[in-house]
Every structure is written in C-alpha cells, then in structure tokens.
C-alpha cells in the first residue's frame, strides 16, 4: 500500500513509494520461490501496477523502477511472477505504455504457456501404466 503514495500526487511522499518499490524489488531479487509464491499470493504486486497506472505517461523515478522490475522479471526469467504478472496485469501495463519491456514479458509468458502445453501433451502421450 505504500507504493500507491506516489499517486496521491503529493510530491512529500513520494520518497515512500520509491523506498517501498526499491524494498520490493531487492526481495525479488532473492530469487527465492517462497517469495514470488507469496507475492503471487497476496496480489502484491498490483500495488506496484496502480502506483505505474496512476503515474501515467511521466518519465520519473517511478516509472523507471518498475520498468527495471519488470525487465529484472523477464531476464531472470522468473516463471511463476512471469505468469502472474501477464495473466493480473499486463493490459494495465500496457495501456499506460508500449514499451519492449512489456510486450517482451508477454512474450515470454507465451513461450512458457506453450512449453507446459507441450509438456503435458508429451506426458500425456506415454503408454498406460507407466510402459512406453
């Protein structure tokens, strides 16, 4: 909820919004699933998407951060956030601004998509009982 300071338009707080941001981020950072499991969770990361939402088109530090978490998201390729972020938000992200960042990460939660399809496809073609 702190990240939402940002778009009460008060400029006296928005130091908050980009602490919290950069707090978030540094979890992410972690790489640790029970952390991504738990923001996924929790939907935390639709505070970061409304806080970007409300800013609109400025070019600030806000943007930029939340440019850089989501770039960090798609290289690290961080499937489970990958997912959640494209399945919640990117029609948010978007609509705010078309950027390479976000039509990338849709990208990649293409990719990731069709590889579970073809996986269960794979797994489901095996021969009854175990025998191939």
Same mark, same amino acid.
């Given at each position: 909820?702190? /990240? ?7 400029? +006296?707080?928005? @130091? ?8 978030? +981020? ?10 991504? +499991? ?14 970007? /939402? ?17 770039? @960090? ?11 959640? /972020? ?41 021969? /009854?009982?175990?025998?191939?």
């Amino acid at each position: 909820a702190v /990240v939402s300071t940002q778009s009460t338009g008060n400029p +006296r707080y928005s @130091f908050l919004a980009l602490n919290a941001l950069k707090f978030f +981020r540094k979890i992410i950072g972690l790489k640790d699933e029970f952390y991504n +499991r738990y923001i996924v969770k929790f939907d935390l990361m639709s505070f970061v998407v409304d806080a970007f /939402v409300k800013n609109g088109q400025k070019h600030n530090m806000l943007n930029s951060a939340v440019l850089e978490l989501m770039e @960090f998201i798609k290289i690290e390729d961080l499937k489970t956030l990958i997912k959640y /972020v494209c399945e919640n938000h990117i029609q948010d992200l978007l609509e705010v601004e078309q950027c390479a960042t976000f039509k990338a990460l849709h990208t990649k939660h293409e990719q990731i998509v069709e590889r579970e399809r073809a996986q269960k496809a794979k797994d489901s073609t095996k021969g /009854v009982g175990g025998f191939d």
